[in-house]
């Protein structure tokens, strides 16, 4: 019985690590060591020295790779602090937005980047240790995110192992494991201490850029996401129009919206499209994918739940009133999950029902979605893309429908609890009024929305 569990265990580790050669010498071991013995005691000693493989291998797996190692010490730590969202490393094709202090695989720092999937080869931290100045260096982990969609830069995790004598509060990162530290660019290390949380939801919109100008559609979001329970937005923000800055300044002033600036074409050709076959560019989205995996870090330790959703998107509850109750109700429902995955409809803007004409709004730019209650009908053979409401916790790297990795279970919500009200361009232009699928759901709250619309719009458009 022993050796049989002993056996499947090595067949899994065979079947978990793909594309590599002579993944697992252990079972030819296995089959030299134990083919054809009848003998009771031949087949002891198979089991006790295949046992005693296994648990070396496991703990060798187990070992964090690279052990950070003092290289010299100094005075002072010093370094050039930097405070830009995106910095490039001299000389490498490596861009760092961010580190992060992660202990639920061990104590390690995860620095959020966009590399080169293919030139990047190899990435060091430095990490100065106050206040007996001993500088240690460990070798990183790169891990390029699957969902790069065939660009050839695409998000990634470098990921290295702190020393263990001390918590150092910053990072530099290098392509060698030699030079000095006091030419490097040196970034903060965030979420070291864990608190509590100050809010219940943050929405990470991810990339606003092209100008953004879609004003009302904005205001009425941010309404009705502190309607269903916001406490924080934060916005990855490229570019805008000048309305638009002045609505931003608003939510920034009354505590609503972080904005991180996102120059992500100051440093690479930045594509709008999602695939690479669409536009050869370096990187797509304009790094939406880095972006959402950043903000799920920044709020690990400061929110709840952390919604990925974009600007023209509403969760919205159907059996209950607000987020918070409805989290609590599927929470319930589903101990221990990681992430609650919501679908995606299309209420096409092109279909209107003036139902709320209000006519001081006829002069902001952008769409009323109090309008548009007509949703595009499921196509058939294919899967509506879903958006999510996530425990930061529990995840550690995300896509924009679903995560890559995280340590618990993926939920898909039912349609009849809460579905993403999506107002845009329609996907299925051709079908008539008729076909479409009339759902007055936002009605619901038209008076907290519309009373609330029109004080923003008075202290800003109006």
């Given at each position: 019985?022993?050796?049989?569990?002993?056996?499947?265990?090595?067949?899994?580790?065979?079947?978990?690590?793909?594309?590599?050669?002579?993944?697992?010498?252990?079972?030819?071991?296995?089959?030299?060591?134990?083919?054809?013995?009848?003998?009771y005691f031949?087949?002891?000693?198979?089991?006790?020295?295949?046992?005693?493989?296994?648990?070396?291998?496991?703990?060798?797996?187990?070992r964090?790779?690279?052990?950070?190692?003092?290289?010299?010490?100094?005075?002072?730590?010093?370094?050039?602090?930097t405070?830009?969202t995106?910095?490039?490393?001299?000389?490498?094709?490596?861009?760092?937005?961010s580190p992060?202090?992660?202990?639920?695989?061990?104590?390690?720092?995860?620095?959020?980047?966009?590399?080169?999937?293919?030139?990047?080869?190899?990435?060091?931290?430095w990490?100065?240790c106050?206040?007996?100045?001993?500088?240690?260096?460990?070798k990183?982990?790169?891990?390029?995110?699957?969902d790069?969609?065939?660009?050839?830069?695409?998000?990634?995790?470098?990921?290295?192992?702190?020393?263990?004598?001390?918590?150092?509060?910053?990072?530099?990162?290098?392509?060698?494991?030699?030079?000095?530290?006091?030419?490097?660019?040196?970034?903060?290390?965030?979420?070291?201490?864990?608190?509590p949380?100050?809010?219940?939801?943050?929405?990470?919109?991810?990339?606003?850029?092209?100008?953004?100008?879609?004003?009302?559609?904005?205001?009425?979001?941010?309404?009705?996401?502190?309607?269903?329970?916001?406490?924080?937005?934060?916005?990855?923000?490229?570019?805008?129009?000048?309305?638009?800055?002045?609505?931003?300044?608003?939510?920034?002033e009354?505590?609503t919206?972080?904005?991180?600036?996102?120059?992500?074409?100051?440093?690479?050709?930045?594509?709008?499209?999602?695939?690479?076959?669409?536009?050869?560019?370096?990187?797509?989205?304009?790094?939406?994918?880095?972006?959402?995996?950043?903000?799920?870090?920044?709020?690990?330790?400061?929110?709840k739940?952390?919604?990925?959703?974009?600007?023209d998107?509403?969760?919205?509850?159907?059996?209950?009133?607000?987020?918070?109750?409805?989290?609590s109700?599927?929470?319930?429902?589903?101990?221990?999950?990681?992430?609650?995955?919501?679908?995606?409809?299309?209420?096409?803007?092109?279909?209107?029902?003036?139902?709320?004409n209000?006519?001081?709004?006829?002069?902001?730019?952008?769409?009323n979605?109090?309008?548009h209650?007509?949703?595009?009908?499921?196509?058939?053979?294919?899967?509506?893309?879903?958006?999510?409401?996530?425990?930061?916790?529990k995840?550690?790297?995300?896509?924009v429908?679903?995560?890559?990795?995280?340590?618990?279970?993926?939920?898909?919500?039912?349609?009849?609890?809460?579905l993403?009200?999506?107002?845009?361009?329609?996907l299925?232009?051709?079908l008539?009024?008729?076909?479409l699928i009339?759902?007055?759901?936002?009605?619901?709250?038209?008076?907290?929305?519309?009373?609330?619309?029109?004080?923003?719009?008075?202290?800003?458009?109006?």
């Amino acid at each position: 019985m022993i050796s049989y569990y002993v056996f499947s265990f090595l067949q899994m580790r065979q079947h978990k690590v793909q594309g590599q050669r002579n993944v697992h010498p252990h079972l030819d071991t296995f089959r030299m060591l134990c083919g054809g013995k009848k003998s009771y005691f031949a087949a002891t000693v198979c089991i006790v020295t295949l046992t005693s493989m296994v648990t070396l291998s496991y703990l060798r797996l187990q070992r964090p790779p690279h052990l950070p190692k003092i290289i010299y010490e100094v005075s002072k730590c010093r370094g050039e602090i930097t405070n830009s969202t995106i910095t490039p490393l001299t000389g490498n094709r490596t861009f760092i937005v961010s580190p992060y202090f992660d202990n639920r695989e061990g104590k390690v720092t995860r620095v959020i980047g966009i590399v080169h999937h293919e030139d990047v080869k190899e990435l060091f931290c430095w990490f100065c240790c106050q206040p007996d100045g001993k500088i240690y260096v460990s070798k990183a982990t790169i891990d390029v995110h699957s969902d790069r969609f065939g660009f050839p830069y695409g998000a990634a995790d470098i990921v290295c192992s702190e020393p263990e004598n001390c918590d150092p509060t910053y990072v530099s990162i290098h392509q060698s494991p030699l030079g000095n530290i006091d030419q490097l660019p040196s970034f903060e290390i965030k979420n070291r201490k864990a608190e509590p949380f100050p809010v219940d939801f943050t929405v990470c919109i991810s990339a606003m850029f092209g100008h953004y100008n879609n004003v009302l559609q904005f205001i009425q979001s941010m309404e009705m996401y502190k309607i269903l329970g916001v406490q924080k937005v934060v916005i990855y923000k490229n570019n805008c129009s000048h309305l638009m800055e002045k609505v931003l300044r608003l939510y920034m002033e009354e505590g609503t919206v972080e904005i991180i600036p996102w120059p992500i074409n100051s440093h690479l050709k930045v594509s709008s499209e999602w695939h690479f076959s669409m536009d050869g560019k370096d990187i797509g989205y304009y790094g939406q994918i880095t972006a959402l995996n950043d903000c799920l870090y920044r709020n690990m330790q400061r929110s709840k739940f952390v919604i990925l959703n974009d600007a023209d998107e509403i969760i919205l509850p159907l059996k209950h009133p607000d987020w918070k109750t409805m989290m609590s109700s599927l929470q319930e429902e589903n101990p221990g999950a990681a992430v609650f995955l919501f679908e995606n409809h299309i209420f096409p803007k092109s279909i209107s029902t003036p139902m709320f004409n209000i006519s001081s709004w006829n002069t902001v730019p952008g769409v009323n979605i109090l309008n548009h209650v007509h949703r595009e009908p499921d196509r058939k053979d294919v899967i509506n893309p879903k958006k999510m409401i996530v425990d930061p916790r529990k995840v550690i790297q995300t896509s924009v429908h679903s995560v890559l990795r995280a340590y618990g279970n993926s939920v898909n919500v039912p349609m009849d609890v809460a579905l993403v009200y999506h107002c845009r361009e329609p996907l299925q232009a051709n079908l008539p009024r008729e076909s479409l699928i009339k759902d007055t759901t936002l009605w619901r709250y038209n008076l907290s929305l519309i009373m609330n619309v029109n004080k923003v719009l008075y202290q800003t458009v109006l």
